[in-house]
């Protein structure tokens, strides 16, 4: 889609009408994920075509300083193609393998994780393994954080490197509710007595399918049956509640559940704008970013509920047949440092939530975290200690396609 | 060289559209090859019959396809009748040209933006009128029934229509006959429908088609203002068109067929309506009273091209606060500030689609030109009168775009080629021909043959006489051709969608997958910049002779 | 200076069988033969014949000579034959010149001279850049002449080039235009239903019926 810095318009005719769509000019390179000065070398030059979901603008802006930073410093061209959700992405890749194209991939390096993750790496689709040999892998202190190379209970067996955290949270405006409800079961409760105050994304978008798993996982008080791929039988157990749950919830909810919005990004609006009182994000400091740039009145407040939430990582990963491995991995190793991380978790810029482990860094590099925690509108940290796990990456599309079925067509 | 052209336009006009539409059928029946199908089978129907609220979905865009140009027609008529010759009557035909450059998705985005509980309109009149502090919780764009589309589209078909109108009316003698029926007693409004509407309604039939299968198959606008539990055929067929999971393609292909049949069935049950209407009619024109609803009709048609305009520049109100509005709490009336801060944002976004944007619609526009600048001259040097090509001209426009775009891209990927930037080029001239065509055509055909005749006695050749002297003296509607193809270009969202597969960005296809997400304020933006560039040709063609011929006293009359 | 000769023989124009015109003549150098009849008996249609774009829907006989060679079988612009329509019909986004310069052919040396000579021999010198919307009738019907002038024809044809030009206007120019064409060498056809104008071209006359 809509690339980073478009080539003058000159060199773009002639590369149109001149040049054959089908050029290929790089060759076939060892790669040598040890040696690192190696790769740096290799990656002189190269373009990465990096695919990564293209819905929220403080990102592309993100990247865009990342691409500049790339030029000036590794001479390499990151290219930021925007995808409305990753499993396009996959398609492709799966598309390209299935013509036999197994070393011009169009696709250097992509944001993934659960189950687009899970069926690249069972299909043998990505490059790898390579991201534990990052000079800044360290820096997640993976033994710690096991999350680091576990993604939605699958192993990442080092084939991709983590890029944010995210976690559920849910944000409520506190000139219309001062005491928000703190479990599921007390959000159907309080939307009863208060129709209209609340909705969630229309699944398959991904904030909308998370609040279904968080929903099932509070509702089944998370039974095991979600940790293991998914059956029809367990389906078919675990979720009757669940739809008894939101078949009750609906009729309450904005618009009496007849429309549901789009996007984490139309659900803010619909509080920016007092038709909601109550919304979910999966980036921690998504409600105090908007309070800052005004899209949100400032008596917003975000926090966690009680018995916990999802939280995940997401990852980077190189395709198998990825024309640019070297610059891709120089560029996921970037991605990785104390500047790019401290960068992107700065409200003013990306506003995400670093995976490097803070407490082990030394006191001026942790200083550069340091523009987040004690906002008034963000949850704290104790209470975003408190994760649940994310269920088997087979439940989603499961999740989904039956909410599809229910509640499609009203 | 000259036939050549002429036949290569009839070829470029019939074939891909037909060609498509029946290629469209076949991964619908099992035959895929690029995924390895290649068996006859009926599984998509099934799969598609199956799908959850499909006779909701083909039920709303069956009733859009009816109702918006019934209303639309309806309003037109009205307002010829009750307004031909007044002084409102000068200013809207002044507008409507301009109007119809304002595409779809910028119109339906600015009239969400208009018509939402926490839109512009809700804003103004709380909570100082309604004690509202927080929008209503009301369905309003978007609601089950389509009501937000119907509005939108009939907003945007009624400016269309009455240029239809407007173009065919004086064959008719318009005024002759009024006189006539008024000296018999009838009253003007009732005269115009006795007398001027039914003649004028079968010369605007072909143009009503293509509404109904505007109206029954459009995604952009349902998208922006359609339902959403469930969609509309269309948007649903795109979806799945679009899907990752490459298996949706046979169900996308049966559903496409089933949006054909769908819009055959809008036509089907509109030509029924026709004849009823035209035997209430005949009942009523023999009935010979020549008062009775006169007073309703000239207030409804009075009322209702200013509501249209009113609402349509409500739209546009909608789009320039929101695309300049800092922090802005519902119910205030106006944003607290104002800033640039969303154009500073989206410029970097803004220059890719941009430049794409204007790439395509000069192509395509200036390659239709040419193909019909060949065609009219071939014509008029064989001296034979107007060719037949004029009902395939209409075809793009009277087969849902969504069924012979997806055949067309069917075919590609059987023959292995990439979506790029060529193919969409081609799409856009599909769609840009029939407008540059009715455009240019009676511009050229009127001019003066005595003007060629000159340059012949004077030696000069059929090329010469062409280049130096048909082709300046065409410039003013060369030029408002080219502004009128490339509006419809630039308003183009299916075929850049689906013959770029996404990789080409348009102004109007980043626009459109913005409304899933962004906020109004960059949506605005882009819907901003989306309806400027028509204007820009438009404003070029008013200009440009203008300044060409500045010192040319004898040409600036030359329209 | 022309020296030809302009043949019209067993000329015949009917519309749907039923016959317009029937003429057979000949027109020396310097000569005008004046063709007279009342409106729709095909006077413009025989010049449109002669001239080469006939429509269609007219059937056609005879032959038309120049010089003694059959010009019915070429195109209209290479028929060399000049005609003044009831217009001047100055090319409006062509400057004066840029009209002279239109009819010349395209290897006649030192047009910019031809031009200014021709422009002064017609009484209208410094000319050259003016725009023809701004031209009175008359001067427009003057350089019109010089434009078929220049581009050299074997013959001239006249399709009541006067009828808009008032009564004073009208001799003054009727006259330079027969002087100039006599001058010239060149036969002439005029077409014309006002009396005057055929004494003043002092040639043959044919009346159409």
Known sequence: MAQLRPSSPLIRIFLLFVLLPHSSLTTAQAIDVADWSALKQQARGQTVYFNAWGGEPRINSYLNWVAQTLEQRFDINLQHVKVADTGETVSKIVAERQAGNDTNGSIDLLWVNGENFAALKQNKLLFGPWAEEQPNFSLVNADRFPEMREDFTVPTDGLESPWTRSQLVFYHDSQWLVEPPQTIAAILDWSTSNPGEFTYPRPPAFLGSTFLKQAVLEISNNDPALFAPVTDDEFQRVTTALWDYLDALHPTLLRAGRYFPNSAAELRRLMGDGEISLALAFNPNEALLSVRTGELPDTVRTYVLQGGTIGNVSFLAIPYNAQHKAAAMITANFLLSIEAQARASDPNHMGSTTVISIEDLDASARQQFDSVSTDLAAASLEELSRKLQEPHPSWTPALERAWIQRYSAR | ?559 | MSNSVLDLKDVRLSLTGKQLLEIDCSVGPGEILTVMGPSGSGKSSLLAYIAGFLAPVFESSGSVLVNGVDICSLAAENRRIGLLFQDPLLFPHLSVAGNLRFAMLSNAKQKSQAISEGLNDIGLAGFDDRDPGTLSGGQASRIALLRLLLSGPNAVLLDEPFSKLDTQLREETRTLVFDKLRASGLPTILVTHDQADAEQAGGEIRTLL
């Open chain 2, 1 to 559: 060289m000259l036939r050549w052209a002429s036949h290569s336009l009839i070829f470029l006009l019939a074939a891909p559209i037909l060609l498509g539409t029946f290629i469209a059928s076949l991964p619908a029946f099992g035959y895929f090859p690029p995924l390895g199908s290649s068996d006859f089978s009926v599984e998509a129907w099934r799969k598609l019959f199956d799908v959850p609220g499909l006779t909701r979905s083909v039920l709303i865009s069956l009733i859009s396809g009816v109702l918006t140009p019934l209303i639309s027609l309806t309003l037109v008529f009205l307002y010829l009748a009750s307004a031909t010759g007044s002084k409102l009557d000068l200013w809207i035909r002044r507008l409507v040209s301009p109007l119809l450059s304002f595409p779809h998705a910028a119109a339906a985005f600015g009239l969400a933006f208009l018509i939402a509980p926490s839109g512009l309109f809700s804003r103004i009149i709380s909570s100082g009128l309604t004690g509202w502090e927080r929008p209503p919780d009301i369905l309003i764009v978007n609601d089950t029934w389509g009501l937000s589309l119907l509005f939108g589209l009939i907003v945007k078909e009624v400016p269309f229509l009455l240029l239809m109108s407007l173009a065919a009316l004086p064959q008719l003698q318009p005024r002759y006959r009024i006189e006539v029926a008024r000296t018999l007693g009838y009253r003007p409004t009732i005269a115009w429908l006795k007398v001027i509407a039914p003649s004028l309604y079968p010369l605007v039939r072909l143009p009503v088609i293509a509404v109904i299968v505007f109206a029954s198959a459009t995604v952009d606008v349902a998208l922006i203002l359609g339902p959403t539990l469930p969609p509309t055929l269309s948007v649903r067929v795109l979806s799945w068109f679009n899907d990752p999971d490459l298996n949706l393609r046979f169900l996308a292909a049966a559903g496409s067929l089933l949006q054909l049949v769908v819009s055959l069935i809008a036509v089907a049950i509109w030509l029924v309506l026709e004849k009823l209407v035209g035997l209430l009619w005949r009942f009523w024109l023999a009935a010979g009273n020549r008062n009775t609803g006169e007073s309703l009709a000239f207030v409804i048609g009075r009322g209702a091209m200013p509501t249209v305009l009113m609402v349509i520049a409500g739209s546009l109100l909608a789009l320039l606060t929101n695309a300049f509005a800092g922090p802005w709490r519902f119910p205030s009336a106006a944003p607290s500030s104002w800033t640039i801060q969303h154009w500073a944002n989206s410029l970097s976004d803004l220059s890719a689609p941009l430049f794409n944007t204007v790439l395509i619609s000069v192509s395509s526009t200036l390659l239709a030109l040419i193909l019909v600048a060949a065609t009219l001259e071939s014509e008029r040097q064989s001296g034979k009168g107007k060719s037949t090509v004029m009902w395939l001209l209409y075809l793009p426009l009277l087969i849902p775009q969504i069924v012979f775009l997806f055949g067309i891209i069917v075919l590609t990927e059987f023959a292995g080629w990439q979506a790029n930037l060529s193919l969409v080029i081609f799409g856009h001239l599909l769609f840009v021909l029939p407008y540059v065509f009715l455009s240019f055509s009676e511009a050229y055909r009127q001019l003066d043959p005595r003007w060629t005749q000159v340059a012949s006695t004077l030696g000069a050749s059929q090329l010469k006489s062409f280049w130096q002297i048909r082709i300046p003296l065409l410039l003013a509607p060369i030029l408002t051709a080219l502004a009128i193809g490339m509006a419809i270009s630039i308003s183009l969202f299916l075929p850049t969608q689906l013959l770029g597969a996404g990789r080409i960005t348009t102004i109007t296809t980043e626009a459109v997958a913005l409304t899933s997400g962004a906020s109004r304020n960059l949506i605005s933006v882009w819907a901003i910049v989306q309806l400027s560039l028509p204007i820009v040709g438009f404003m070029m063609a008013l200009f440009i002779p203008k300044f060409i011929w500045r010192n040319r006293s004898g040409m600036i009359d030359t329209r």
